[in-house]
């Protein structure tokens, strides 16, 4: 800063000398306005000018990526990631994510990682939290945090209230729930219920598929139980499968009914007729309808 002063106020002077040896012909008003001249141009070369703030950007684009945020939206160069506060909105591919906050990083190359040569999403990692919002061709879901990888198609949604919302169903849990859009596949790590046609399956954990935007399998262990109208079925393990149109629970199965409790080794519920049966091991099967069905 010093030695840049220095320089202008040598380059300042000179100027100033050969001014007043050529203001000698001048009439003396003309000298006066010379030296204001001069005077105010020393003054601004002995100043730098004061610095711009940063104003934050309310958008950002890329070539498979859009992202807005009312409170606005910071880049940093050396990192890669945007950070955007506000009532937060990002499309990217066939992803739309809404949140209070969102930090997206830029991915390294334009190579998609499947390693077939085509370009893929700018976006290569995206973290959300406070009332998430997220939604692709196949599901619908809200949770308070949520990680996405445009790549892969993953995302991780982690409560408390994850919900999942499916055609016809509805998936609730406190815990992590994993989605693999490519596989259309999903697992489960924490209670959940499942909910559909008037029905609740619950358990501790789980996997399963979809079909579409359909709920085509769920296996899920550790306290699994089913209930429906005036009625509750449990069992160690328990199988949801659209295909067969049934749900089995496998391993010291109960049933409850009012009064009535009936128990044996595994059941299966028919999603169709509403019929269950009870295998009762070496005392046989039971078969009935359950009452109170939708």
């Given at each position: 800063?010093?030695?840049?002063?220095?320089?202008?106020?040598?380059?300042?002077?000179?100027?100033?000398?050969?001014?007043?040896?050529?203001?000698?012909?001048v009439?003396?008003?003309?000298?006066?306005?010379?030296?204001l001249v001069?005077?105010?141009?020393?003054?601004?070369?002995?100043?730098?000018?004061?610095p711009?703030?940063?104003v934050?950007q309310?958008?950002?684009?890329g070539?498979?990526?859009?992202?807005?945020?009312?409170?606005?939206?910071?880049?940093?160069?050396?990192t890669g990631?945007?950070?955007?506060?506000?009532?937060?909105?990002?499309?990217?591919?066939?992803w739309?994510?809404?949140?209070?906050g969102?930090?997206?990083?830029?991915?390294e190359?334009?190579?998609?990682?499947?390693?077939h040569?085509?370009?893929?999403?700018?976006?290569?990692?995206?973290?959300?939290s406070?009332g998430?919002?997220?939604?692709?061709?196949?599901?619908t879901?809200?949770?308070e945090?949520?990680?996405?990888?445009p790549?892969?198609?993953?995302?991780?949604?982690?409560?408390?209230?994850?919900?999942?919302?499916?055609?016809?169903?509805r998936?609730?849990?406190d815990?992590?729930?994993?989605?693999?859009a490519?596989?259309?596949?999903?697992?489960?790590d924490?209670?959940?219920?499942?909910?559909?046609d008037?029905?609740?399956?619950?358990?501790?954990?789980?996997?399963g598929?979809?079909?579409?935007t359909?709920?085509?399998?769920?296996?899920?262990?550790?306290?699994?139980?089913l209930e429906?109208?005036?009625?509750?079925?449990?069992?160690?393990?328990?199988?949801?499968?659209?295909?067969?149109?049934q749900?089995?629970?496998?391993?010291a199965?109960?049933v409850?009914?009012?009064?009535?409790?009936?128990?044996g080794?595994g059941?299966?519920?028919d999603?169709?007729?509403?019929s269950?049966?009870?295998?009762?091991?070496?005392?046989g099967?039971?078969?009935?309808?359950?009452s109170?069905?939708?």
């Open positions: 800063m010093k030695q840049r002063l220095s320089s202008l106020l040598v380059g300042v002077s000179a100027a100033i000398r050969a001014r007043w040896k050529a203001a000698s012909a009439p003396s008003a003309a000298v006066t306005a010379s030296r001069l005077v105010t141009v020393l003054a601004f070369a002995c100043f730098d000018p004061a711009v703030p940063a934050a309310s958008r950002a684009t070539s498979d990526f859009d992202l807005a945020a009312q409170n606005g939206i910071s880049f940093d160069a050396n990631v945007y950070r955007a506060t506000g009532e937060v909105q990002l499309v990217v591919g066939d739309v994510v809404l949140a209070d969102i930090e997206a990083s830029l991915r190359n334009e190579l998609s990682v499947s390693g040569g085509q370009t893929g999403p700018d976006l290569s990692k995206i973290t959300a406070g998430v919002f997220v939604r692709n061709p196949q599901v879901a809200r949770c945090t949520l990680t996405l990888d790549d892969r198609e993953t995302v991780n949604l982690t409560g408390p209230g994850v919900v999942l919302q499916l055609e016809g169903s998936l609730v849990t815990g992590v729930l994993r989605f693999d490519r596989a259309g596949r999903f697992s489960l924490g209670a959940f219920i499942l909910q559909w008037g029905l609740r399956l619950s358990a501790e954990a789980a996997s598929a979809l079909d579409e359909r709920l085509a399998l769920l296996e899920a262990r550790g306290g699994a139980a429906g109208t005036g009625w509750r079925a449990a069992a160690q393990t328990v199988r949801f499968d659209q295909a067969a149109a749900v089995r629970l496998n391993g199965a109960v409850q009914q009012g009064d009535l409790m009936l128990s080794t059941l299966v519920y999603l169709d007729t509403g269950l049966m009870l295998d009762g091991g070496a005392g099967r039971i078969s009935g309808t359950l109170g069905q939708p």
